[in-house]
């Protein structure tokens, strides 16, 4: 029975995901070990967002219509996100920088998009992560900024000092 069950809610669970993206393909099967992996024991699969983890899941295994459906998806509310926290110069590069780590292999083969386990909508996933490396950006611009400090040791040693200079 309790299998019987489960079967239903998955089959279900995939036809929403199916229809939410109907030009992607995403085996029953494949969803259903994807979702496995990411549900938290007690959590219902009603919680969890059938549309945007079978993007992910598509996206996941290096599907090109997947990754183009996660930029078009996402790349307007990075835009948006970034702008709202001042990062007004380096946008484009930021947004192309969080969607590169979320849909290329990165070190040991996995997607950043694997991370997603779908409690949330996909998009608000992207927003973190974007305001994250944005700030990560700032911290490193900050620490690469020059101080006071390194404009007087600039100018000390900048021109010799003629009465240092006869010595």
């Given at each position: 029975m309790l299998?019987?069950?489960?079967?239903?809610?998955?089959?279900?669970?995939?036809?929403?995901?199916?229809?939410?993206?109907?030009?992607l393909s995403v085996s029953d099967e494949e969803l259903a070990r994807y979702v496995a992996a990411r549900i938290s024991p007690g959590q219902s699969l009603a919680e969890l967002e059938a549309g945007d983890l079978y993007l992910a899941c598509a996206a996941a295994r290096g599907d090109a219509e997947a990754g183009a459906r996660v930029r078009e998806l996402c790349l307007p509310r990075l835009a948006a996100a970034l702008s709202s926290?001042?990062?007004?110069?380096?946008?484009?590069?930021?947004?192309?920088?969080?969607?590169?780590?979320?849909?290329?292999?990165?070190?040991?083969?996995?997607?950043?998009?694997?991370?997603?386990?779908?409690?949330?909508?996909?998009a608000a996933f992207v927003k973190v992560i974007a305001l994250r490396t944005a700030r990560r950006a700032r911290q490193r611009t900050a620490r690469e900024q020059p101080t006071q400090r390194d404009h007087l040791l600039e100018?000390?040693?900048?021109?010799?000092?003629?009465e240092v200079e006869g010595l």
């Open positions: 299998s019987t069950e489960l079967d239903a809610q998955l089959l279900a669970f995939a036809v929403r995901g199916r229809n939410t993206w109907p030009e926290v001042g990062l007004h110069d380096a946008i484009d590069e930021t947004a192309q920088q969080v969607l590169s780590e979320l849909l290329l292999p990165g070190d040991g083969g996995r997607r950043g998009i694997e991370a997603y386990r779908g409690s949330g909508p996909l100018r000390a040693t900048e021109a010799p000092d003629p």
